[in-house]
């Protein structure tokens, strides 16, 4: 869906000042933007000012995707930034973390002093995976007719991990940030061949 993200800088409502020291939103375009939380020292529930957002952790929702076809979109990020990007319910619980409920599922990135660490969490479970290369170029590709999130390393078009669910409603497509860093977001793209096989 080329438009996927079309509406999100209306979806924010950025009016809140604590947010917009905070959580910035930079190189908007057409096919995309740019996500970057600060490192002010701000207690989480002063960001929490609308529907979109979370209060326990640096998240926002992004518009509905239709509960129909296939959609793809990419989130470029740095080896140093803790993210979750993913997909939730609109009624998913705003006082917890992406992935650790039964209504959002996402792709978890942290650092550990030896490595890093990668979980693709849903109601608060992942699955014991080693991923060995550090994608810095994430595709997401969710395909609601055989009920399917999948990630992958989109610079090597390599397969990560694959949700399998019957999704009852509309998702949105969500990022989070752990940590001081930026996330950005590509869309209107096409999907490459190996995503949707």
Known sequence: ???????????????????????????TSHYGFTIFYGDEELPITAMAFEDNTFTRCVAILGD??????????????????????????EDTERDGYLGANGSSWCMRHIRTPSRHKY????????????????????????????????????NLEQHLHTFHCRFHNYVHPCFS??????????????APDYTFI
């Open 1 to 27: 869906d080329d438009n996927l993200f079309s509406e999100f800088l209306e979806l924010c409502h950025i009016s809140n000042t604590h947010l917009i020291k905070t959580i910035q939103i930079i190189k």
């Open 64 to 89: 509905l995707i239709p509960v129909r076809g296939r959609h793809y979109w990419e989130v470029e990020v740095d080896d140093e930034t803790e993210f979750r990007v993913g997909v939730a319910y």
């Open 119 to 154: 979980e693709f969490l849903h109601n608060g479970w992942s699955p014991d995976l080693r991923i060995t290369v550090h994608p810095v170029r994430i595709g997401v590709a969710l395909d609601y007719d055989r009920g399917t999130l999948s990630f992958f390393n989109a």
């Open 177 to 190: 940030l752990d940590n001081p860093g930026a996330l950005t977001v590509h869309n209107g793209i096409q």
